[in-house]
Antibody
């Protein structure tokens, strides 16, 4: 069963860049079938999609975050990463990585999620 | 951006009751691109339904989804103790957005 695990600093200072990595096990990130995404959830609030990447390198970002977000793949390590620049307290959230279901051949629902990691933005 | 509005915000029901959760979209969503998730405290969301009415792997048949256009529904036929949680709808036809969630709590 494919598993995902987020890792990275739990505390980031305002104006700095948040960097997280999602490690994929028991499956390959290099499959042309799947898309891989990042979602976040501020404490006590709802879910917000951040962006998605495909093995080919195609990326898709939430429009309001696009100027600050970058998602990349590291196929040799079977990982994908998130970078979010110029963070503020509003970026404090649990960050999840997830795999998109293979249903339509494009971007679908998220069928496998990592457990999530809390990132706090504070000086 | 397509805005999804879920109602009610909180649903107080007894085990064994039927739960009906609503998700309304600000513009029409293809039924192929509407999903539902369940989230329990401290856990990642779990996919329940995709493509409006398709149950994800391992999801019991007491969960069902329906709807079209701008109005979608998640029905839980007979609530089990483990079903008390927060439920989110999501569309993925144009960008991806989630609804604000419905909390199903024990009455």
């Amino acid at each position: 069963q494919l598993q995902l695990q987020e890792s990275g600093p739990g505390l980031v200072k305002p104006s700095e860049t948040l960097s997280l990595t999602c490690s994929v096990s028991h499956g390959s990130i290099s499959s042309t079938t799947y898309y891989w995404g990042w979602i976040r959830q501020p404490p006590g609030k709802g879910l917000e999609w951040i962006g998605t990447i495909h093995y080919t390198g195609s990326t898709y970002y939430k429009s309001s975050l696009e100027s600050r977000v970058s998602i990349s793949l590291n196929t040799s390590k079977n990982q994908f990463s998130l970078r979010l620049a110029s963070v503020t307290a509003a970026d404090t959230a649990v960050y999840y990585c997830a795999r998109h279901l293979d249903d339509s051949g494009g971007i679908d629902a998220f069928d496998i999620w990592g457990p999530g990691t809390l990132v706090t933005v504070s000086s | 951006e397509i805005v999804l509005t879920q109602s009610p915000g909180t649903l107080s029901l007894s085990p064994g009751a039927r739960a009906t959760l609503s998700c309304r979209a600000s513009q029409s969503v293809s039924s192929s691109f509407l999903a539902w998730y369940q989230q329990k405290p401290g856990q990642a969301p779990r996919l329940l339904i995709y493509g409006t009415s398709n149950r994800a792997t391992g999801i019991p048949d007491r969960f069902s989804g329906s709807g079209s256009g701008t109005d979608f529904t998640l029905t839980i036929r007979k609530l089990e103790p483990e079903d008390f949680a927060v439920y989110y709808c999501q569309q993925y036809v144009r960008s991806l957005t989630f609804g604000g969630g419905t909390k199903v709590e024990i009455k």
